[in-house]
């Protein structure tokens, strides 16, 4: 009777400290959903240094994500793995993701730094500026100049519709990548993606204006020696 009464005690400060541990970890995770990132870290610390696999996997998910101070991918693996051996599946499909991480590298950092917007200027996109002459004499001409710049118009008005629909340029980041990043990552890629396309937006613009300009240019040149033409010939007949 006396060892089971042992056993007994044993077994209720066990439970005791099990019902400690889910308070506190209930605890960690309200702090965590009200970005108290701080006193959240240090709750799951404890819990992780006691051996809760949850605890643990909470907190390698914070250091993965930068939001225990820094990203440190070395802790976070270390972290998941130890709650994975307990059976935590969040922490080995965290795993496999890490493992995705290092296969897809290149694929991540294409929308980090490589993406140039190419494909939002190529295609039905791709509007060559028209060549437009410093004046035109002949009829055939100036429908010419006419009909390209408004081909021209046209596909620009296209392509700035394009872009709009298009931002931000992180939708353009197949699923699959973009789950793979942490979030530094995801900071870095939406500010380089929308200097992308600042860029496009502003190159464009710069160059419809100088088109534009030059069209204004031809058309009061072409006016002019259309009127004097049509005031020489005018002439002749009288």
């Excluded at 007994?8 to 400290?17: G, K, M």
């Excluded at 499909?93 to 991540?108: C, G, K, N, W, Y």
């Excluded at 709009?164 to 789950?179: F, G, H």
Aim: charged residues 25%; contains cysteine.
């Amino acid at each position: 009777m006396k060892r089971f009464l042992s056993c007994l005690s044993l077994s209720l400060a066990v439970a005791a400290s099990g019902a400690a541990f889910a308070g506190e970890l209930e605890d960690a995770n309200a702090l965590f959903e009200k970005k108290d990132y701080a006193g959240a870290l240090k709750i799951y610390t404890k819990l992780a240094n006691a051996g809760n696999p949850h605890a643990q996997q909470q907190l390698g998910q914070m250091y993965w994500y930068g939001e225990a101070g820094a990203v440190d991918e070395a802790k976070a693996k270390g972290l998941f793995e130890q709650a994975a051996a307990k059976g935590n599946k969040v922490a080995a499909d965290s795993l496999v993701i890490m493992q995705q991480r290092v296969e897809r590298r290149a694929e991540i950092d294409y929308w980090i730094k490589g993406y140039d917007g190419a494909d939002l200027q190529s295609g039905e996109y791709r509007c060559p500026s028209p060549r437009i002459p410093a004046v035109s004499k002949l009829n055939d001409e100036i429908e010419r100049v006419n009909k390209l710049v408004t081909n021209w118009q046209d596909c620009y008005n296209k392509m700035v519709t394009n872009l709009n629909a298009q931002s931000p340029l992180t939708k353009r980041i197949p699923p699959d990548i973009a789950k793979l990043m942490n979030k530094q990552e995801t900071e870095a890629s939406t500010a380089y993606l929308e200097q992308v396309r600042q860029n496009i937006a502003e190159g464009a613009k710069v160059n419809s204006k100088m088109i534009l300009a030059d069209f204004a240019a031809w058309r009061s040149a072409t006016e002019a020696f259309v009127d004097q033409h049509n005031s020489v010939v005018n002439k002749a007949k009288n």
